[in-house]
């Protein structure tokens, strides 16, 4: 099994910047691709930035530009470096690892709370 675990949310202003990351533990061996997804309060979870374990990377278009997702692979580790943030950023933001068996693992989520 794979457990994954979110940190670095919290309240910032439109405009400023936040880290989150995630730790990976448990069979670390079993993931392939990892990534962040949020739900805005009232939304559906959606996709914000992917990256495989090669280092490519896939962003939402409403976050191009302004954020950037990473990989550290010796410490198993993936972070989300957000700039620019907006108010409609808020949402509970996500890590996923996508496992070589097709199956899925997520964290359990940290809070970003953009204030305008």
């Known amino acids: 099994q794979v457990q994954l675990v979110e940190s670095g949310g919290g309240l910032v202003q439109a405009g400023g910047s936040l880290r989150i990351s995630c730790a990976a533990s448990g069979s670390i061996f079993m993931i392939n691709n990892m990534g962040w997804y949020r739900q805005a309060p009232g939304k559906q979870r959606e996709l914000v930035a992917t990256i495989t374990n090669g280092g490519n990377t896939n962003y939402a278009d409403s976050v191009k530009g302004r954020f950037t997702i990473s990989r550290n692979n010796a410490k198993n580790r993936v972070y989300l470096q957000m700039n620019g943030l907006k108010p409609e950023d808020t949402a509970v933001y996500s890590c996923?690892?996508?496992?070589?068996?097709?199956?899925?693992?997520w964290g359990q989520g940290t809070l970003v709370t953009v204030s305008s």
């Open positions: 996923n690892a996508a496992l070589f068996s097709g199956l899925d693992a």
